[in-house]
């Protein structure tokens, strides 16, 4: 199941749209930002209902 987020790039602190897929339950990976390109790491947290419950960002340095 995939969705569409908007992330804040907490590097620059510009807004893009992103897809993620919900089917994989909760996980981390690492995405470029779309304005910026530097490296954000992101943080999905879904339920066992396959529902978004949380998203984070950091930096790489955090």
């Known amino acids: ?3 569409v987020l908007v992330i ?3 590097y620059c ?4 749209e992103t897809a993620v897929d919900l ?3 909760s996980q981390s990976y690492v995405e470029d930002c779309a304005v910026c390109c530097r ?3 992101i943080a999905l947290r ?3 209902d ?3 419950l949380g998203v984070s960002t950091r930096t790489d340095r955090d």
């Open 23 to 25: 089917s994989g339950g």
């Open 1 to 3: 199941m995939t969705d």
């Open 46 to 48: 879904v339920g066992d």
């Open 8 to 10: 804040r790039c907490p």
């Open 50 to 52: 396959g529902e978004l």
């Open 13 to 16: 602190g510009e807004s893009y």
């Open 39 to 41: 490296p954000i790491e």
